[in-house]
């Protein structure tokens, strides 16, 4: 008789689990559906709760960095355009300068040589 009621009570506890189990599943179900609009697979369950890891150790980009390092880059080449128009025209007056120091040279030489 105590193996009948050993019995018994076992099989209210599983009885019990599966209902509360149950429940639960209907429960999770639920909140999710609430949250997706649609009951999301595992593969999005899992991809929302990594999708930070993944991006990291696969070393990709979101596309708001993206943006954001384009923007940057075109103001460093917009600073850069513009160091190098100043440093052309700087080239230029340096051409300049340089002419009229050989012609200057050139005289030097041509009036040592009539001497």
């Known amino acids: ?3 009948y009621t050993a019995l018994l009570v076992i099989l209210v506890i599983v009885i019990m689990l599966g209902i509360y189990f149950y429940f639960r599943y209907r429960a999770r179900k ?3 559906e609430r949250k997706y609009g649609h009951v999301p697979s595992h593969t999005e369950l899992y991809f ?4 930070e890891d993944i ?3 696969w ?3 979101k596309e708001g960095e993206a943006q954001r390092w384009a923007e940057k880059m075109d ?3 917009n600073d850069l355009s513009d160091r190098i128009e100043s440093l052309k025209s700087k080239r230029d ?3 300049q300068e340089f ?4 012609n200057r040279i050139d005289k030097i030489e041509t009036q040592e040589e009539m001497r």
Not at 48 to 51: G, L, R, S, T, V
Not at 99 to 102: D, N, P
């Open 48 to 51: 929302e709760e990594y999708f």
């Open 1 to 3: 008789m105590a193996a």
């Open 55 to 57: 991006i990291e150790s």
């Open 30 to 32: 639920k909140a999710l």
């Open 75 to 77: 103001g460093r080449l």
């Open 99 to 102: 002419e009229i120091m050989e």
């Open 93 to 95: 007056q340096i051409d």
């Open 59 to 61: 070393d990709l980009v």
